[in-house]
């Protein structure tokens, strides 16, 4: 379990340094957006900016899911779990993110990746005029669902974790 628990560690800190950097591709995905509606003014907008602002907005949206599932701020059912015992809600986080987060993930993964590589290895570029290569957005799906498994499987160690622990200190 040890070894899990550095796994589930380094897990953390790799969603958490995605986490850092995020933010900054709102802010440049903004001032694009800025910028690109100054030039339109002047008949010097470009797809490319318009491409790249959103490539940006995906790379914020995608790759922080996992820091997300980490902070624990996703959509619960608290509903569903509230009139459950400490215990009752662990097992119930771990059913949810082993029958719904995991499966998901997986499909993703397993659709997206022929997808990105498809699109690398064909040199794909955006059918609008000055538009940028396609691949820098879709290699960001299978990173991001990627990023978002490893924390999936990282909450489930810590949940089995603390059962564990829980189990120990009634015996």
Known sequence: MRAL?????????????????????????????VGNALARKFDAGSNALLEAQWYLVSAAFLLGAGRVLKLDEHVRIDLLTARLSPRGRIKADIAAVALTVLPVCLLMLWLSWPWFLSSWLSNEVSASAGGLPLWPARILVPAGFALLTLQALALIVRRVAALADDAEAEA
């Open 5 to 33: 628990l550095t796994l589930a560690d380094l897990t953390d800190r790799l969603n958490e340094a995605c986490g850092r950097v995020l933010p900054w591709t709102v802010l440049a995905a903004v001032l694009l957006a």
